[in-house]
C-alpha cells in the first residue's frame, strides 16, 4: 500500500475543492500556451542541458521502446528521440492543452510515427507489465498526487532491468545559493510570470511543492521502498536541480 507523503497534500489553488490531479491539469491547461516560453527564459535556457544530461544516462542501455511520463509539451521526448534514436516513445500527461502544443511540435519535426501522445497519468498506466525498456520523468513527479503509487506505477510497466531516470528540482545545500534560490523562486519567478500574463498561481505552486519534495536521499529512499535498485542521484548547477536513477530488478 502506498503511503501519501506530505509533499503530495501541496496544490495549485487552495479555495479549490478539485483533488490535486484535477487542479495540476487545470493549471497547465492554462499556461500551456507559454509553457515552454517561460521554461526558457526562467531557467536561462540551463533547462536544455538539464534534459540532455539526464536523456544521455539512457545511452548504454540503448532503450528502444521508452516511455515520457508527464510529457507536457513533449521536449523530453522530443530531446530523447534526438539523442537516442530509439524505434518509439510514448508520452502521457494529464493536461490536455500541454498535449496539444507537444503534438503540434511533433507534428512539426516529422516525428509522429516516432512519438506518440497520449492522455493519462502516472498513478493509472494504460499500459501492460514489462511494457517498456526505459521511463523518464522530468519536472513532473513533484505533481504526482500520490508518489509513491506513481513510483511504483512506473515500476510495473518497466521492463526487469529498465532504467528510470527522473529530473526534478531540488533544495541547494550551500547557505548563499540557497538564499538566492529561495529569493528567485518564491519572489522573481511568480512576478516575471504576472509581467509575461501568466498564472502566477502555478509559479507559486511550484516553489511550494519544489521546497515540500522530498529530494536527494530522500528520494532515492522511496525509490527503494518501492522497490528500485541502484538506486543514485547527481546533482546540477549548484544543487538547485537533480537526475535520480534506479533500476527495476
Keep these: 500500500m502506498s503511503t501519501p507523503l506530505p509533499h503530495d497534500n501541496i496544490i495549485p489553488f487552495k479555495g479549490s475543492e478539485k483533488t490535486k490531479k484535477e487542479q495540476v491539469a487545470d493549471m497547465f491547461d492554462r499556461i500551456a500556451g507559454r509553457y515552454d516560453f517561460m521554461n526558457r527564459f526562467l531557467s536561462a535556457r540551463i533547462d536544455i542541458s538539464w534534459r540532455k544530461k539526464a536523456i544521455n544516462k539512457f545511452k548504454k542501455d540503448n532503450p528502444q521502446h521508452i516511455l515520457d511520463v508527464a510529457t507536457g509539451t513533449a521536449d523530453m521526448a522530443l530531446m530523447a528521440y534526438s539523442l537516442l534514436k530509439p524505434q518509439q516513445i510514448t508520452g502521457i500527461d494529464i493536461s490536455v492543452g500541454m498535449l496539444e502544443v507537444g503534438r503540434k511540435k511533433i507534428e512539426k ?4 510515427g516516432k512519438i506518440q501522445l497520449h492522455t493519462g497519468d502516472a498513478e493509472t498506466i494504460k499500459f501492460a507489465d514489462h511494457t517498456f525498456d526505459a521511463v523518464m520523468v522530468a519536472f513532473g513527479v513533484r505533481n504526482f498526487e500520490n508518489l509513491e503509487k506513481g513510483l511504483s506505477e512506473i515500476k510495473r510497466v518497466l521492463k526487469p532491468g529498465g532504467q528510470l531516470i527522473v529530473l526534478e528540482f531540488s533544495k541547494p545545500r550551500r547557505k548563499m545559493v540557497k538564499g538566492l534560490y529561495r529569493l528567485y523562486m518564491g519572489l522573481i519567478a511568480p512576478q516575471v510570470a504576472r509581467w509575461f500574463r501568466q498564472n502566477k498561481e502555478a509559479y507559486e505552486y511550484l516553489n511550494e511543492s519544489a521546497n515540500a519534495f522530498p529530494d536527494r536521499q530522500l528520494f532515492t529512499d522511496i525509490l527503494k521502498k518501492v522497490g528500485y535498485a541502484e538506486t543514485a ?8 536541480c537533480c537526475i535520480y536513477s534506479g533500476r527495476k530488478v
Design 109 to 112: 519535426e516529422g516525428l509522429t
Design 233 to 240: 542521484y547527481q546533482p546540477l548547477t549548484l544543487g538547485i
